[in-house]
């Protein structure tokens, strides 16, 4: 909202006469309370002779291609100027501002004599947009008769020395689109009484009659008051005065005519938008309704709308006139024969009024100030505000019965509030009456001592709870008087071993080239169909949101698969085809104990019985990691072609998580869903199954459009065993001894199982074993296979020899024999 600093001044100085403060004080003072500002716009500065004058004689030139006039100006010398002109908007005897030879408009406009159209131009006839003070180039600034002689200074008398300030006001403070509510602010920042201008005391508001204009309320219509006024025999060509003038334009509205400017004024004023009806249009009484199927309302900006039934429209017996809180029709709009007005004031519903704007794409300065809440209780007030400044403008007669019609709306509740509660939120100690003091500032009543019993004002509806006036207290006494103290971090022990051992997973598979990413905690529609997930799986166990950030992603994850490979899909259909991403995150596992439970109070600590409830109707939330891999693992380039990801990629990314958990991890082959059933295998530790890893079915990877044999891994990090790895091992500084073994052994025996065999013979001098090499062929005959290991042999306290080494081996052949291994010759 655009704020002029005069403006701001003179209604801050009825409760602080003398009261004033510059232009970077007022910057200051609306950031102390909670508001941006924009930007700052002083008016430009004009140099050299800029004065008002009378237009006295008006010569038409016919013989230019457009209307071009030659006017005899008067500006208190002793002889009138002539000065050429193309505006059309005045006539003679007008007062109006001239820019005479020497000045300089704003952008560094100059003006000097020059000849033209045949004539000398001794100067310029300026519009509001010449001068800086507005954007309406249509016309010249004509000013109302009265406002000033011939020749004085047009520079004071268009107060060309004021200053505007283009405050952000948030959806959540609606009392603030109004000098009303700004100024109020402002006499809060800078600690003034505040006169409110929107009181019955500053004006005074008349008993409604019966006997008004007939005025009726639909429920449904959601609006709950309508005010209206009878004003008649106004002067239809009477001129709005300059200092209104001059306010609107400062504010960004175009001035029009008296009626129309009022009521723009006083919505700037107090926040109430108003409307003016001609009433010698109107077609019997005023209704507030919904619109019926097929009506149709031609709007002020001439456009014929389509009505919606769920559009809110002020009515006659001739059907809609308006579209409340947004727009009024032509067919009742004042014109310059208008002398009998019809003034509305009213109070709409916000949604209904936003969804109209949205619906008809029909914004209003009107709708911004319904759709943030008005004051219900300002309604009577701006309408006898609106209709006294009409009579003293436009002249006409105010008809002493007036319409105001209310429904029934629920009282404001009441808030218990102790006064040392923003003290002990802030963690200081504020002098005794303080909370009182600054909720009494913003409106509210407040009684009571210790407890203060506080009823928020009509316009801030935004104070609901304890909450919300601490903040209150708080912005007015100032963030700045808060002490910042910085809290003196206690001992501990640093993270836990669950921690250390999330961010060991992560770090090491960051470090082997994976790419960490955060998928979306909901799965999309049939993701577990598309994996091919079992309706018996534990996975389909599922999680229902009632309120899902996205209707169609309401599940919450039983698995990272899903959000992982959508962003691989994601990724292919942008041109990148080779992946190595992991994520690492909860899934949430339902159950019969997961359901809603009520809300836990905030005005004490829960039972333990209250926090057990809210535990136990919680799903099981494991932390689970998973990575997937498409394309090449190994890019190709100068040093030959690339290799594509397989099976055994992924079982590596199992062996480094298990590695960088700490533990063991035994693959072992196994059929789950969406894994290849051949290249697949269970992730063991103890013999405890906590994951999968492999290659993904060829029909998943085409359903879900994936880089053919793409494969994923994901385990149970919670499943994994904590593993203290205090004190660290040590090292022997003694050589290793190294050798190769190959064995032959049926084609159904895994690897695994040889390995582990060998590794319970060959005891505790065998430092490492390693699987290097697997051979099928008929040297080892058919159902057989070959696999060749190597092996590091080391002792603690000696250096060992090639003899104890060989023994080592040998024992760790024999004890191979057990699953069918034998020495490959």
């Not at 004009?46 to 016919?62: D, F, K, M, N, S």
């Not at 099981?620 to 990801?645: C, I």
Request: aromatic content about 6%; glycine content about 10%.
């Amino acid at each position: 909202m655009r704020v002029s600093q005069s403006w701001l001044t003179e209604l801050l100085q009825a409760g602080a006469p003398g009261w004033s403060a510059s232009v970077d004080e007022l910057d200051a003072g609306f950031v102390r309370v909670g508001f941006e500002i924009e930007d700052v716009h002083p008016l430009p500065e004009i140099t050299g002779p800029l004065v008002v004058g009378r237009v006295a004689q008006i010569t038409e030139l016919t013989e230019f291609k457009k209307p071009i006039r030659f006017c005899q100006v008067e500006v208190g010398e002793a002889e009138p100027r002539g000065i050429v002109c193309g505006a059309r908007n005045f006539a003679e005897g007008d007062l109006i501002v001239a820019a005479l030879p020497g000045a300089v408009l704003p952008g560094g406009f100059a003006i000097a004599s020059r000849k033209t159209y045949g004539q000398v131009s001794d100067g310029m006839i300026c519009s509001v947009s010449e001068l800086g003070i507005g954007h309406d180039h249509s016309g010249i600034l004509v000013l109302p008769p009265g406002t000033a002689e011939p020749g004085a200074d047009a520079k004071h008398v268009l107060g060309m020395s004021d200053t505007v300030f283009d405050v952000n006001v948030t959806p959540d403070r609606g009392y603030a689109f109004s000098m009303r509510g700004l100024s109020r602010e402002v006499a809060g920042s800078f600690d003034v009484a505040f006169v409110d201008p929107g009181s019955t005391e500053v004006v005074p508001v008349p008993a409604p009659s019966d006997s008004g204009w007939p005025v009726a309320i639909d429920a449904a219509s959601g609006a709950t008051r309508y005010g209206a006024q009878v004003i008649r025999g106004i002067d239809p060509n009477a001129l709005t005065p300059w200092w209104m003038q001059r306010r609107l334009l400062l504010a960004g509205v175009r001035p029009i005519s008296p009626a129309v400017d009022v009521t723009n004024y006083v919505m700037m004023e107090l926040g109430q938008p108003l409307h003016a009806f001609d009433a010698a249009k109107l077609s019997g009484g005023i209704t507030v309704r919904r619109a019926t199927v097929g009506e149709k309302l031609t709007t002020l900006d001439d456009a014929v709308r389509t009505l919606d039934v769920e559009d809110v429209v002020i009515a006659d017996e001739s059907g809609p006139i308006a579209m409340a809180g947004v727009m009024g029709g032509a067919n009742t709009e004042v014109g310059a024969d208008t002398v009998d007005i019809l003034l509305e004031a009213a109070t709409f519903d916000p949604v209904a009024v936003f969804r109209t704007v949205k619906r008809h794409k029909l914004s209003s300065e009107a709708s911004k100030r319904f759709e943030r809440v008005v004051d219900p209780e300002v309604t009577a007030v701006a309408l006898q505000r609106a209709a006294g400044l009409i009579a003293e403008i436009a002249g006409g007669t105010i008809e002493s019965d007036y319409t105001d019609v209310r429904l029934d709306m629920p009282a404001a509740p009441s808030i218990e509030f102790p006064a040392d509660t923003a003290d002990k939120v802030a963690g200081t100690s504020y002098p005794e009456g303080t909370a009182k003091r600054w909720l009494e500032q913003i409106g509210a009543r407040v009684e009571g001592t210790d407890v203060l019993t506080v009823t928020p004002p009509s316009w801030r509806p935004d104070l609901a709870e304890r909450a919300d006036l601490v903040e209150e207290v708080l912005r007015l006494q100032g963030y700045d008087t808060i002490p910042v103290e910085l809290p003196s971090a206690p001992a501990g022990t640093g993270l836990t071993a669950a921690q250390r051992r999330r961010r060991a997973v992560g770090a090491t598979l960051a470090l082997s080239g994976y790419i960490e990413v955060l998928p979306f905690p909901f799965m999309p529609a049939g993701a577990l169909d598309s994996l091919d997930i079992a309706v018996d799986d534990s996975r389909r166990r599922t999680v229902t949101v009632l309120n899902p950030l996205e209707a169609d992603r309401a599940q919450l994850n039983t698995t990272l698969l899903p959000g992982l490979l959508e962003m691989v899909s994601r990724n292919v259909s942008r041109g990148q085809r080779d992946l190595s991403l992991y994520a690492i995150g909860q899934v949430y596992f339902g159950g019969d104990n997961v359901h809603a439970v009520d809300p836990a109070p905030v005005d004490r600590r829960p039972t333990d019985a209250e926090i057990a409830e809210i535990v136990g109707a919680l799903p099981t939330q494991p932390l689970h990691v998973a990575a997937v891999l498409a394309g090449n693992r190994e890019p190709s380039g100068p040093w030959g072609a690339g290799r594509p990801a397989d099976a055994t990629d992924a079982f590596e990314a199992a062996r480094l998580i298990g590695e960088a958990a700490g533990v063991d991890v035994e693959l072992v082959a196994a059929q789950q869903e969406p894994w290849h059933p051949g290249r697949c295998a269970a992730v063991t530790v103890d013999g405890e199954t906590v994951g999968y890893a492999g290659e993904l079915t060829p029909a998943v990877v085409d359903r879900l459009g994936l880089p053919p044999r793409s494969c994923a891994v994901e385990i149970d990090v919670d499943a994994l065993p904590l593993v203290n790895r205090y004190p660290a091992p040590q090292l022997s500084p003694f050589p290793a001894v190294l050798q190769d073994l190959a064995v032959v052994v049926p084609s159904t025996v895994p690897a695994s199982a040889v390995q582990a065999a060998l590794t319970i013979g060959a005891g505790e001098l065998l430092e490492d074993i390693t699987l290097f090499d697997q051979f099928t062929g008929p040297q080892v005959g058919e159902g057989h296979k070959s696999l060749t290991f190597a092996l590091r042999f080391r002792a603690a306290d000696r250096t060992l020899t090639e003899d104890e080494a060989s023994a080592a081996r040998d024992a760790a052949v024999e004890a191979a024999a057990a699953v069918g291994a034998q020495l490959r010759a």
